[in-house]
């Protein structure tokens, strides 16, 4: 038994202890339900500053975004903030200082991790790496083999959470490449098959880690109409064990997150809030012992 | 705690098998949460952007020319006035550069009108106007291809009937959109003749579909941008007044 487990179930013990009662009806009715709430974003695309006009005006911009997150969190402390990707291209911010804006201030938010997507190579791999120092956060790919590259090391596969006991896996997936990114931008970087990637890294999570919560943080694309390509929702059906897909890259904008059946018939929920940081997107997700389940399964609201 | 306590509550955890009892997710709530004016300014973050932001304001907006009028690129059918001052731009710009490292000229430039994000619009012009014609970080490469290949890019500019920018071709389509007149640089296209054609990374990586740069006898990456040859332009000029002309035409 790892020692934090410990601490959560002796923590609990102890409290029964105090009231005297042994019964399985008041252990259960003692675990209160758990409310993790995943925040997250795609495609930001350097848009740091509110729009001041066209369709999105008076829409956006960093420091609003601070103040929501900040109101979230103070609501929910059991709060993780995720990217999924294109951080860097589409405003001066970028042109002018390469991203360590960016970056600095998804450090000041306190996100907790990124994935990488395919214009965050716009400055080829080097521009990347050198921006690396000013990000307090993870970068998480399980499908961009770096080992050949200057970016090695600086990623990881998954990164496991841990928040009131409750164990949540995230696990990154970038797109292809080729075709899309200039081969002297990202050098030696491989790409590796997000299908078989997504197998593995869901059962390492699920059986090995003992998460309570496996969540793919996807550059791959929502859905593609007419093509092979992998995509979210492909993903989401052909692969069992994760919970929740936030996606970029296809910039899409979805009135409310997609309800997917997976291999195993069980939902997953497949999310992504369009682009240049207009919307925050927003998954809670309560956890309560199998005991207080109630007879009917999960209920989504969304 | 006692020790007899911490065995008890040994027992009392494995009796229960509480970690076995896995939790469970009861509910799910999803939700997109606009970023709206109505969200207050976090003020610790927006001191921390003020002086990047001032900073490249200040570069951005100092003038460099002037726009006699507004250039749209769905002005004109076969060019346009905007496509055409951006072509002639890299051409004039990427130029001396190519033929002070090769010693070789620029024969023709052609890149893909989607690359226009923006009009010129008329009156004050800034590196902010390139920032908005070219947002991209597209680079000017220079490919060596064979008069053949030359071929098969006429081709692909006579069926997608698309206002692509180029400089130093001329191309007269007949109403049935076959070929009239085909010219780079006053001259016949020579089949047996190498050509300097420069164009963006971006097309040269097979976008928009020209697929005509491969194969190829050389590629010369100039580090270049696209946006800068445009600023380096506007630096040169007092007026902007780009036209649309007789390079790309139909005969009707
Ligand atoms: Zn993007």
Known sequence: MKRRDFIQQASAGTALVTLGSLGLQSFTSLNNTTKITILHTNDVHSHIDTFEEGRNANKGGVARRASLIDSIRKENPNTLLLDAGDIFQGTPYFNYYGGELEFKLMSKLKYDAATIGNHDFDNGIDGLFAQLPHAKFQFISANYD?????????????????????????????????????????????????????????????????????ICLSHLGYNYRNSNKISDLSLAKATKDIDLIIGGHTHTFLPKPTIVKNSDNKNVLVNQVGCYGIYLGKIDFYFDSDKNKSANGTSIIV | MRFTHFLFLLYFLSFLNCKDEKLKIIKIEGQQIIISDSLILDGEIENFIKPFRDNIQKDLDSILAYSAGTYSKT??????????????????????????????????????????????NKGNVSKRTAFELMPFENTV?????????????????????TAHPVSKLKLVLNQEFKIMEAKIKGKNIDKNRIYYVATSNYVYSGGDNMSFFK??????????????????????????????????????
């Open chain 1, 146 to 214: 770096f080992s050949n590259t200057i970016m090695d090391t600086q990623t990881k596969p998954y990164q496991v959470f841990q928040k009131n006991g409750i164990k949540i896996g995230v696990f990154g997936l970038g797109i292809e490449l080729n075709g899309l990114v200039a081969p002297n931008m990202f050098k030696e970087t491989k790409y590796l098959n997000p299908l078989e990637i997504s197998q593995d890294m869901s059962r390492i999570l699920k059986t090995e880690e003992k998460c309570d919560l496996i």
């Open chain 2, 75 to 120: 002005d004109g059918e076969l060019n346009t006035a905007v496509g055409n001052f951006m072509a002639d731009a890299i051409y004039s710009e990427a130029n001396p550069i190519f033929k002070s490292r090769t010693g070789h000229d620029i024969d023709m430039v052609i890149f893909n009108h989607g690359a226009i994000r923006s009009a010129l």
């Open chain 2, 141 to 161: 490469v220079v490919i060596a291809i064979k008069g053949t290949q030359i071929d098969s890019l006429i081709d692909f500019l006579r069926t997608s009937k």
């Open chain 2, 215 to 252: 194969p190829n006898d050389s590629v010369y990456r100039l580090d270049y941008k696209i946006r800068n040859t445009l600023i380096d332009k506007f630096i040169k000029l007092d007026t902007i007044e780009p036209v649309i002309d007789d390079r790309f035409i139909q005969i009707k």
